[in-house]
């Protein structure tokens, strides 16, 4: 049984910064990829980042530039530092973890004030 449980959300005013955090009940290593998806409400559960078992790393365009994801092996925790946040970044967002299997956390709310 795989656990992620998501941390760091929270209400944050535009521009500002944030990190989330995703500690896993197991190495991380252990997964192809682990990433970050958000759903906002009314709509689909979209990809954010990824990140490979090489380090390789993968983000949405909407992201890009602005949003980092990192990982931590020591701790089993993978990371998603949000820059200069906007007002459409609000939703709930969530740990994903893959192997031939899809492993989901709770989610975390992030909340941005314009």
């Known amino acids: 049984q795989v656990q992620l449980v998501e941390s760091g959300g929270g209400l944050v005013q535009a521009g500002k910064s944030l990190r989330l955090s995703c500690v896993c009940s197991?190495?991380?290593?252990?997964?192809?990829?682990m990433g970050w998806y958000r759903q906002a409400p009314g709509k689909q559960r979209e990809f954010i980042a990824a990140?490979?078992?090489?380090?390789?790393?993968n983000y949405a365009d909407s992201v890009k530039g602005r949003f980092t994801i990192s990982r931590d092996g020591a701790k089993n925790t993978v990371y998603l530092q949000m820059n200069s946040v906007r007002a459409e970044d609000t939703a709930v967002y969530y740990c994903n973890a893959q192997t031939p299997s899809n492993f989901w956390g709770q989610g975390t709310q992030v909340t941005v004030s314009s």
């Open positions: 990140i490979t078992t090489a380090g390789s790393t």
């Open positions: 197991r190495s991380i290593f252990g997964f192809n990829i």
